[in-house]
């Protein structure tokens, strides 16, 4: 990783949400590389894998992601085969499942995964770590 840089905070809460999100995706999307997946896409096939079959809708409430978002990102998971629509053709309902592709996709990035979650709770500390968890919950239960 990275040296830490000390950064000046904006008088926007909104501006330092949104850069502290793209550091911590940053992070993630580091840690995660060698096993060729982005931190939205490793997310996306374990919600799956957890889940499916699900429907693109139902996954997109799980994920809390917008469907246009969700449909981008599931393209470039078909494309490489990680994921595959059960549904019959003709049918508008689309139901999504892991390929064997994609659960050794994921058992490649899993440990990643939670060495990014281990360096981030080490660098944050145990306290701050919860402090955040909670100030995330409470500003993400702004809209419904």
């Known amino acids: 990783m990275k040296t830490m840089h000390a950064n000046e905070a904006s008088i926007c809460n909104c501006i330092n949400i ?3 999100s793209l550091a911590m ?15 939205s896409q490793y997310s996306i096939l374990k ?18 992601l917008d469907r246009t978002t969700l449909v ?9 085969k990680f994921i595959v629509d059960l549904a019959p053709q003709g049918t508008r309902n689309r ?11 994921l058992q490649i990035a899993e440990p990643l995964w939670l060495a ?20 995330l919950s409470k500003i993400e239960a702004l809209v419904p």
């Open 18 to 20: 949104r850069r502290a």
């Open 25 to 39: 995706t940053r992070v993630y999307d580091e840690f995660i590389a060698p096993s060729g997946l982005k931190t």
């Open 47 to 64: 919600h799956i894998g957890h889940l499916g079959p699900i429907s693109v809708s139902n996954l997109a409430l799980e994920i809390r």
């Open 72 to 80: 981008r990102n599931l393209k470039s998971l078909e494309e490489k």
């Open 95 to 105: 139901q999504l499942q892991l390929t064997d592709s994609g659960r050794a996709i």
């Open 116 to 135: 990014a979650q281990t360096y981030l709770e080490q660098y944050l500390g145990k306290e701050d770590k919860n402090a955040l968890t909670t100030l």
